[in-house]
């Protein structure tokens, strides 16, 4: 499941909020010079509108911003006069979460007889490469599945794309858990 948020036709640059009210105060100013920049690298996206959020500075965009043009938005937004340089994170476009579940995975450790913890299964996400490009939102959830069983089953919530592109290449892949295979 994926929870839809803002649109990717825009930029989020996150700064705190006294540049964020400086910024937004001459903010057709910055709307013309971020376009003028934008022309000057050959860029095929203009600015329609920026607009004050809780992250930070919203520009929206009549495209999809490149990594190219992320980079000329940065820059201008620090060399702005009204906003600390270094105030000023990378900009990046909007992310979704995307939820997961994690099924056949052994609750208790067969050498040391410890139940499973988020720590451990941060770890085991880690070292195994279907999960290089995912990004944690929170610590794994952990659910035993019967009293009486020794499984069970693992939630996450990933940084994810809106058309949950990561949470589909993960579905329905396997990887193993000590000798287990475990199912997304």
């Known amino acids: 499941m994926t929870i839809k948020g803002l649109l990717h036709k825009q930029v989020i640059v996150p700064i705190n909020d006294t540049c964020v009210n400086n910024f937004i105060k001459n903010s057709s100013i910055y709307m013309f010079n971020i376009n003028q920049t934008l022309k000057n690298i050959k860029s095929s996206i203009m600015v329609d509108d920026i607009c004050a959020d809780s992250k930070g500075i919203v520009i929206a965009t009549n495209n999809i911003a490149f990594p190219s043009d992320l980079q000329a938005i940065k820059k201008y937004v620090k060399n702005a006069s009204s906003v600390e340089a270094d105030q000023v994170q990378s900009p990046r476009l909007p992310q979704s979460k995307s939820y997961l579940k994690i099924v056949s995975v052994p609750y208790l450790s067969e050498t040391t007889n410890t139940h499973i913890t988020s720590d451990n ?44 592109s990561k949470a589909k290449t993960l579905i329905n892949r396997r990887f193993n858990v000590r000798r287990f295979i475990t199912t997304i």
């Open 121 to 164: 299964v941060e770890k085991i996400l880690k070292n195994n490469h279907i999960f290089n490009n995912i990004v944690l939102v929170s610590k794994p959830r952990i659910i035993k599945v019967s009293p009486k069983l020794d499984m069970a089953i693992i939630w996450i919530n990933i940084w994810d794309t809106q058309s949950s």
